[in-house]
């Protein structure tokens, strides 16, 4: 059984087009997260959800935008598609957010590799 | 800004000699820290955490945490090509409502 998917797992638009990316979780966790992974393969926070509430939202550009229906959800938004958002995007969730690090622990989903011409 | 240093790589070591990975960060109240292993194409899955000082094994895997000097490392012992792959070193700060800040990652190649 998975425990993140995403989907689609490829994606190839055109400059400008809307697309949406989707991950669910049956994990059971409260905590989601979205990472985009460059060619340099940094992995850089985008957002992360508690409980279906925005708890940190990083410098991204506002054609992104999450939205978690339930805790298992967590969809990605992108309007206006542009040749420097083509990278690989993970989702994740944990348990939560704590001190203790095994709630902390991070699960990935496969990734969305995002090409846009 | 809290930052977490790890050596891109690649770092080269021969089949069946111990690998040592390296990673650094800044915030002295960072208090979980976690090492993740990543395949080219693929999404990266945890090894082991830590958070006390000193040595967690697991398999041939040994977490090393040095709070005072602010460094943690990854030991793998009899190393095996299936373990090339790039390392991500993370680490968790209350700070930053303990998300995971992340290195850059050191790139792994066992040579047989």
């Known amino acids: 059984d998975t425990a993140v998917s995403q989907t689609p797992k490829y994606l190839v638009t055109q400059m400008g087009n809307d697309k949406s990316i989707k991950c669910e979780q049956n994990l059971g966790h409260d905590t989601m997260y979205w990472y985009k992974q460059d060619s340099k393969k940094f992995l850089k926070i985008m957002f992360s959800y508690n409980n279906k509430e925005l708890i940190i939202n990083e410098t991204v550009p506002n054609r992104f935008s999450p939205k978690s229906p339930d805790k298992a959800h967590l969809n990605l938004h992108i309007n206006s598609l542009e040749l420097g958002d083509s990278a690989v995007y993970f989702c994740?969730?944990?348990?939560?957010?704590?001190?203790?690090?095994?709630?902390?622990?991070?699960?990935f989903g496969p990734g969305t590799r995002l090409t846009v011409l | 800004q809290k930052e977490v240093e790890q050596n891109s790589g690649p770092l080269s070591v021969p089949e069946g000699a111990i690998a040592s990975l390296n990673c650094t960060y800044s915030?002295?109240?960072?208090?979980?820290f976690f090492w993740y292993r990543q395949y080219s194409g693929k999404s990266p899955e945890l090894i082991m955490f830590?958070?006390s000082n000193g040595d967690k094994e697991d398999g041939r895997f040994t977490a090393q945490l040095n709070k005072a000097s602010q460094y943690v490392s990854l030991l793998i012992r009899d190393s095996q090509p299936s373990d090339s792959a790039t390392y991500l070193c993370?680490?968790?700060?209350?700070?930053?409502?303990?998300?995971?800040?992340w290195g850059a990652g050191t790139k792994l190649i066992i040579k047989p």
């Open positions: 994740a969730s944990s348990q939560g957010l704590s001190g203790k690090g095994s709630y902390n622990e991070q699960f």
């Open positions: 830590i958070y």
């Open positions: 993370a680490v968790s700060h209350m700070d930053s409502n303990y998300q995971l800040i």
């Open positions: 915030d002295r109240g960072s208090q979980s």
